[in-house]
């Protein structure tokens, strides 16, 4: 099994996923990542996104909304939320939605003047609803 690695997925919730995988695609803060079996060790943020898997038997992927992903000789996902693609609702993406609104909201009226937070939860939001889209879910009816 040289060309896989170990691949572990978690949530607060849950355990999502552990299993030997090939290759994993990142959606890093700094832009999409593939960690393969040998990649160098880095420990990345990740932005909302669609993560995925590619296994011996097909690949999957998991909707996440931020969190991190250390990459060495395994990769190890800590998720702020993760959920299985194909059991996203549009009333879970729209949920999800909801919460980067009142995330950036909350920067507005904390943050006056300070561009910065504001920025990131406007980044947050706008990936959030990327997502969506990627996916034909719209984040509002």
């Known amino acids: 099994m040289a060309n896989m690695m170990q691949f572990d997925l978690v949530s ?25 079996p040998g990649h160098a060790p880095v420990i990345t943020s ?8 590619q296994t011996a038997a ?16 395994s990769v190890s996902v800590l998720a702020e939320k993760a959920v299985p693609s194909a059991e996203l609702t ?5 949920a999800l939605v909801e919460e980067a609104k009142s995330a950036y909201g909350q920067a507005q009226d904390a943050f006056v003047n300070e561009p910065g937070p504001v920025d990131d939860a406007a980044k947050m939001l706008s990936d959030m609803v990327a997502v969506g889209d990627q996916m034909g879910l719209s984040g509002t009816r």
């Open 58 to 73: 097909g690949s999957e992927e998991y909707v996440v909304t931020g969190g991190f992903a250390e990459i060495g000789e």
């Open 90 to 94: 549009q009333e879970g993406f729209e």
């Open 12 to 36: 607060p919730e849950k355990l999502l996923s552990s299993q030997q995988v090939e290759a994993v695609l990142i959606p890093g803060a700094d832009g999409d990542l593939m960690a393969m």
């Open 46 to 53: 990740l932005r909302p996104g669609i993560l995925r898997v």
